[in-house]
């Protein structure tokens, strides 16, 4: 088989080096693939697995389309529509077309790329801007520039790798009549879309960039790295409320390297809009140290996209799926195509990470260029280890300065403890200050929603957000984290919820006994401190348990509302949930027009427990109740004509007080049953009880009652996240003396 590969390749070689066009002024292919790279790759086939079957895979996708042949339609559709998906087909498959001539030397494939960019010249000068009016940007092809950008990203690349192939004619039409006039749409045409800092115009600035590199066109390459002079509307906003332009903001690719990446390469979109960005971001910053290394694009902000690679993989759970923070579609994973190309880059470009390989393994497949050869070949020589996702902290903030999130893990037991203390998230942020989200070996037990959008489903809203992911997604009530009164944090204000960030007190990730982070929130409420502390334990039973603490200090009395969004279905309570036959919303905005109220119940007992059941696990909450609890039990789906949220059921624990409030709980994943031997084991977990010891000014004091008989103590010193500075507090005549933010005694 091997030898078969190389005569091949030597057939490749001749072929191509017929068919290929000498004399050009510049070098191609020169963006992520290069002449050196094609070599590279032509002299290693058969040699590297994955990339031959990777090429396989991309050959057998192309042929297919080459067999339909090509269609340029006019534009009329939204997401999901014929002409939309028609479009943004043809620039996928004309890049992978233009990646199969490179490497194989076959015309046909050289005259499909042709022949498709031929037909865009001839229609985009008669296009007026798109017929679907939804955006604050209207593209040409597409109804949104985000789109043409992209079409104009992996256009660039086809056009790359077909160059030398073209008549110097055909070039010459390419250019006037199509790659320059839409480079100049998406750029000069829509300053608000191109200068602002978002992943949408880091799209546009890439596109301008790569275009701008493949025809050797300094101006455009220097518009996308900086910018233009424009005048925008400082109260110019985009579909989602977000603010386009704030004083003192920069522009263009290089601005949008620095501002949304914190130096630990957290991006504060979130990992879902990342994960998107990472292509653009990548492939115009290897374009640029392929053509013009000298301008160090890649190195930029200390190399912050290797980084962002490696923050992008942590923030995936134990399966491999992004935690869906912020505007996120859950499901989405590191086996996603930008992901595969950030892996393979982050090899190459990086420090040859040996980690990565397995990476690679799991994601089954490589990019068609010099990184994805690399990657093969090392996995071929059994280079690969394994890539251990420990607890970390990812910093916000283009300086680290803003906050960030936190990911606890016992990777024994599959468990994740994610929480978010960052800032908002720009236009895809959420108002969710120091929520938490769980997740067990890839199953949510405390779940984050997401986003309210059917991505490319054209029955629902053309693939576009729904009103639903304002009123609901955003909304606090929607996370799991305290609510005041019934409102949003920040009342729902996008503008003072971007001026703002939470704060972390402490943390200590790397202790075996406990891992703990302690964040707190002073701006979301007026006049109200919160601050929540999150931390993985371990139970006499040797079981991961999650402790949280919230606690809130304010100067009046107030409403809290606690909620806990769950999968399954209820299996116990301690307490007896009186129904609410009247089938009434809980509250009439801020979110609460969304739940149903299904029951209340009242705390019996010191503490109140709610077990349920979901994906073969029992899941129970156990959270210390004061008199005057209310228990309430909600489900989605209030006015929802459209049927746009899911039906997902919820516990808020509700309180009203005028003095501080403190919520101790513990979450445990714990048994399972079996519907095949209809076995259940350790329904009811390790947990007996929880109480707050102490809530006086200062600490927060909870004691966990296993049912082992042993009791635990957790000590926090609120505000005070200095290692060095030494407390004391006197218990039920016992005096409790320790050093550092926190004291865990786990009594066993």
């Known amino acids: 088989m091997r030898d078969l590969f190389k005569l091949i390749v030597a057939w490749i070689v001749v072929t191509a080096s017929c068919s290929l066009h000498a004399g050009a002024a510049l070098e191609h292919p020169r963006l992520l693939l290069t002449s050196d790279g094609v070599e590279f790759i032509r002299a290693n086939l058969g040699s590297a697995p994955l990339f031959d079957e990777s090429l396989r895979n991309v050959k057998a996708e192309v042929d297919k389309e080459l067999a339909l042949g090509i269609d340029v339609p006019i534009p009329r559709d939204f997401s999901g529509g014929y002409t939309h998906e028609r479009h943004k087909r043809n620039f996928f498959v004309a890049q992978k077309a233009a990646l199969l001539y490179q490497i194989l030397g076959e015309s046909s494939y050289g005259d499909y790329v042709r022949d498709m960019l031929l037909e865009y010249a001839a229609l985009y000068p008669t296009l007026p801007v798109h017929p679907r009016e939804r955006s604050y940007a209207r593209g040409r092809l597409f109804w949104q520039c985000l789109n043409d950008a992209n079409w104009l990203l992996y256009m660039a690349q086809a056009y790359d790798a077909v160059y030398d192939y073209l008549k110097e004619e055909d070039r010459e039409l390419l250019e006037r009549d199509l790659f320059r006039p839409f480079a100049d749409f998406i750029s000069l045409g829509n300053p608000k879309f191109f200068n602002r800092i978002h992943n949408h115009s880091a799209w546009g600035n890439a596109a301008v960039g790569m275009i701008g590199v493949a025809m050797g066109d300094e101006e455009l390459i220097d518009r996308a790295l900086y910018g233009f002079e424009a005048s925008i509307d400082s ?39 990342q994960r998107y960005a990472m292509y653009p971001f990548l492939a115009f910053s290897i374009a640029m140290e392929n053509a013009y290394p000298d301008r160090k694009v890649l ?33 989405m994973s590191i086996t996603n195509s930008s992901l ?69 893990r016992d990777p024994e037991a599959g468990l994740e403890a994610v929480f978010k203390f960052s800032g908002h998230g720009l236009s895809h942020g959420h108002f969710d200050r120091l929520g938490i989200a769980i997740h067990d070996n890839g199953r949510e037990v ?48 996008y503008d003072a919820s971007s001026r703002h960030h939470s704060e972390l007190v402490f943390s200590d990730i790397g202790n075996d006994a406990i891992q703990i982070v302690s964040a707190q929130e002073v701006n979301a409420y007026e006049a109200t401190v919160v601050q929540r502390t999150v931390a993985l334990v371990r139970s006499p039973q040797n079981n991961v348990v999650v402790v949280d603490l919230v606690r809130a200090e304010s100067d009046g009395a107030h409403t809290y509302d606690l909620p806990f969004h769950y999968l399954g279905q209820v299996i116990h309570t301690n307490f007896s949930p009186i129904s609410d036959d009247q089938r009434r919303a809980l509250g009439t905005d801020d979110g609460y027009e969304h739940l149903w109220l299904e029951a209340v119940g009242k705390p019996t007992d010191s503490s109140a427990k709610f077990t349920w059941l979901d994906g073969g696990r029992f899941n129970t909450i156990t959270t210390a109740a004061e008199e005057g609890d209310e228990l309430l039990l909600v489900r989605l789906g ?39 031997s209809e076995a259940a084991v350790d329904v009811s977990g390790d947990i007996d009880d929880i109480k707050v010891v102490s809530s006086a000014k200062g600490y927060s004091v909870a004691q966990i009652s296993w049912t082992s008989g042993i009791v635990s103590w957790l000590f926090v010193a609120n505000g005070d996240g200095s290692k060095g500075v030494r407390h004391q507090l006197e218990l039920e005549g016992r005096l409790y003396k320790w ?6 005694i786990p009594g066993f």
């Open 340 to 408: 595969v190309a950030a892996v393979d880059a982050a090899y190459l470009y990086g420090h040859r990470d040996s980690a990565l390989l397995s990476v690679a393994l799991e994601q089954g497949q490589v990019s068609l260029d010099q990184s994805g050869m690399a990657v093969a070949l090392a996995i071929e020589e059994g280079r690969a280890e394994p890539f251990t996702k420990r607890s970390i902290i990812l910093r916000d903030g283009p300086r680290g300065e803003q906050g960030g999130v936190a990911v606890l």
């Open 446 to 493: 405390l779940q984050d929603y997401g986003l309210v959008r059917f991505v490319n489903i054209e029955q629902k809203g053309g693939g576009n957000y729904l009103p639903e992911n304002k009123s609901w997604a955003k909304q606090t009530v929607a996370s799991n984290t305290l609510v005041v009164d019934g409102q949003s944090q920040f009342d729902g204000d």
């Open 299 to 331: 190195q930029q902000k200390n190399t912050v996209l290797v980084k962002a690679t490696y923050a992008l993989l942590n923030l995936a759970d134990s399966q491999g799926e992004f935690f869906p923070m912020n505007d996120a579609q859950k499901g």
């Open 739 to 744: 050093e550092g933010p926190y004291l865990w």
């Open 235 to 273: 109260q110019a906003r985009d579909n989602d409320g977000g603010l386009i332009w704030t004083q003192g903001q920069g522009r263009g690719f290089l601005a949008n390297l620095d501002a949304p990446f914190s130096p630990d390469g957290y991006y504060t979109e979130g990992p879902y809009y």
């Open 638 to 676: 209030a006015n929802d004509p459209d049927f746009n949220l899911r039906r997902d059921p919820s516990l808020i624990i509700r309180r009203e007080t005028d003095r501080r409030a403190i919520w101790a709980s513990t979450i445990q994943s714990h048994g399972g049953y079996d519907p095949v």
